[in-house]
């Protein structure tokens, strides 16, 4: 007997790749092997969203999918697996800076950005925190159907393998969840850390004697409040979970799945407005090539380099592409705007009577960070079960929990009575400040109301606490800077360019004042150095020294693609298909519309999930 056609043809698509031979398991391709093949699927970008669109998409063996990824894998260094380890600097962008900004003293930062294989999970803090249900109501308000909460919320728990915590730890730690609201067989493990310095409690007590109050689970779609810091870690052997080795490792034997790794894309190839592959250079020689896509190509490549791909390619705001000679495919004044991360300030303390062990004993006493790790190693339990000097507790703050109800009063009137234009990068499209303003109406009722935060307060328990201010109105832009792909491309937060953002961060600097003042604290000795002594309370003096000590990003570049309508500045459709092409789409944090509250690498997991189900659909895949 004869085996099935159907057989037959899964077996010859093992094979062969437009007549180039596959390995019999995935593997890492050399650039030879790739240069004009064909694939089904190309993706360009093997981080979070990359990855997970991978696996997912061979699942089916007859789909053949290529991730083209800048940067090398990881060599499972502790710094990048052990949570108390945590130093992933080898593996961010090199040489990656913004234009100087003037709302933070003309200071010049480093833009850290994953550069490797997982993407910015592979370096982030491991932290897994949603948004709110009022973010993701908000994005589908604004034009996107599907991508509300209660879309979203199954593929959250798809993409998760929830670890439930101690029953007894649970309790004398005031940990709380709900179950029903996490995944159990997904590949990305998550767990709470089951260790914790004995004044995190003190924090807790302190947090709580300001008025804010615990919530039970804050990635349930309640995130206003205190709450324990859920975690990317497998608790069966306390390393880092991350899309590289959930991702990409877990599923090795698919001889259908292919990455070429420390390879720029240079372009996106199109005849006749249909997307038909992509152009690359090899890092390591400069050969330039081309590779063929058959159903689509799916860009992933993060919040800075998604929208310099773009633009490069011919899609863009037409006025930047003909200045550096680039042909225009589709003109979408939307490409690089709508550029925005949350606003980090560290506040540093000389912490006189703190209680043994804290974060700072990690950091700076030998003998006890030793003898940590021996029990980590032994056991996988212990302080090395943390991200390096953090702890476990985190409040979320609406403005009106944040201030007075005058003050909170008076910021929002402020920011409403503004011209929402005014504060946007010199020459946005009209398109693109409709856009805006719509979304800046959506975020400013949050600020109205108690259910969805501004900011974030979280103290280290030891001479530390960082305060980030989550729903900034700013906006930056990014722009290629030259026709080469080699060359970085302009990056402009405009931190603070709209005068809301300051006073926010003001009031949210007070109440961390407020927090660590109370006497749970304040036996402690915590006297803070850093941004400013505890003696300047003028607030024009805080709003310079503010100034002057912000960051302008804590990596949660975002939204530079945005998921929108056309006539609103929007780069993609609610199927993340780019307008005026075919076949192309993106998935990754560049097609959020604003940032939501918490670290952004649930929710690309979750939207890279979603994502994956639209494209099987429309390529009417398995």
């Known amino acids: 007997m004869h085996p099935p056609f159907s057989l037959l043809l ?17 593997r890492v391709v050399e650039a030879e092997e790739v240069k004009d093949a064909s694939y089904d699927f190309i993706i360009v970008g093997g981080g979070t969203a990359g990855l997970t669109v991978a696996d997912r998409l061979t699942e089916d ?12 894998f ?13 130093n ?44 709110g249900a009022g973010d993701y109501n908000a994005w589908a308000a604004l034009g996107n159907p599907g991508w509300s909460w209660t879309d979203l919320l199954p593929y959250f728990k798809k993409s ?30 998550t767990l709470y850390g089951e260790y914790d310095y004995p004044v995190g409690g003190n924090w807790y007590t302190a947090a709580r004697a300001s008025g804010i109050t615990p919530i039970n689970d804050s990635n349930g779609g309640i995130v206003a409040g205190l709450t324990w810091l859920l975690r990317a870690v497998n608790a069966a052997t306390g390393r880092r979970s991350y899309a590289k080795n959930e991702r990409y490792d877990r599923v090795k034997t698919r001889s259908n799945y292919h990455i070429l790794t420390e390879t720029v894309v240079s372009k996106v190839l199109f005849k006749n407005k249909i997307t038909v592959g992509v152009q690359y250079i090899i890092k390591a020689t400069g050969v330039v090539s081309n590779v063929s896509a058959s159903k689509e190509v799916i860009i992933s490549a993060g919040g800075v380099h998604t ?15 003909d200045s550096f000679g680039i042909p225009t495919i589709v003109d979408l004044p939307g490409v690089g705007q709508n550029f925005h991360d949350h606003l980090q300030l560290n506040v540093q303390y000389n912490v006189t009577n703190n209680v043994f062990p804290n974060a700072d004993t990690f950091r700076n006493n030998a003998t006890y960070n030793t003898e940590q790790r021996a029990i980590y190693d032994a056991t996988n339990k212990g302080a090395y079960t943390l991200t390096a000097t953090t702890a476990n507790n985190v409040v979320h703050l609406p403005l009106k929990n944040t201030t007075t109800a005058v003050i909170a009063a008076s910021i929002i009137a402020k920011a409403k009575a503004q011209d929402p234009a005014k504060y946007l990068p010199a020459g946005a499209d009209a398109t693109v400040i409709k856009g805006y303003t719509a979304a800046r109406k959506a975020i400013l009722s949050q600020f109205d109301g108690f259910t969805e935060p501004v900011g974030e307060i979280f103290w280290n328990t030891g001479s530390q606490s960082a305060i980030y201010t989550i729903k900034p109105l700013s906006r930056g832009v990014i722009n290629i800077a030259s026709a080469d792909p080699l060359v970085q491309p302009l990056i402009n937060y405009n931190s603070l360019a709209d005068p809301t953002d300051i006073d926010v961060t003001l009031a ?7 927090i660590m003042a109370q006497p749970m604290i304040a036996l402690l000795g915590a006297v803070e150095i850093s941004p400013a002594p505890a003696t300047i309370t003028d607030d024009a003096q805080l709003k310079e020294l503010l100034n002057a000590n912000l960051l302008p990003s804590v990596a949660h570049q975002c939204c530079t693609a945005a998921l929108g309508k056309r006539g609103l500045g929007g780069v993609v459709d609610s199927d993340l298909l780019v307008y005026g092409v075919k076949n192309l789409s993106i998935i990754d944090a560049s097609v959020f519309p604003f940032l939501p509250a918490g670290a952004p690498a649930a929710t690309v997991y979750a939207m890279a999930e979603k994502a994956v189900v639209l494209i099987k659909k429309r390529n009417r895949t398995p």
């Open 307 to 321: 929208p310099q791909i773009l633009q490069l390619s011919g899609i863009g705001p037409t006025k930047l592409l």
């Open 88 to 131: 992933p600097g080898s593996y961010l962008w090199p040489n990656l800076f913004s234009t100087p900004q003037p709302g933070l003293n003309n200071r010049t930062f480093f833009v850290t950005t994953a550069a490797v294989v997982g993407g910015g999970s592979t370096v982030n803090a491991m932290f897994m925190l949603r948004g």
């Open 74 to 86: 990881d060599q499972g260094e502790d710094s990048v697996l052990i949570p108390g380890s945590f």
């Open 160 to 189: 998760e393998n929830f670890t439930v915590p101690d029953t007894a730890y649970a309790k004398a730690h005031n940990l709380t969840y709900d179950a029903n609201v996490h995944g159990t067989d997904g590949p990305i493990h």
């Open 61 to 72: 063996p007859s789909v053949c999918v290529l991730v083209i990824e800048y940067g090398p």
């Open 10 to 26: 899964l077996a010859s698509a093992l094979l062969l790749v437009n007549g180039n031979s596959l390995s019999r398991y995935a």
């Open 508 to 514: 949210l600097y007070k109440k961390n004042r407020e």
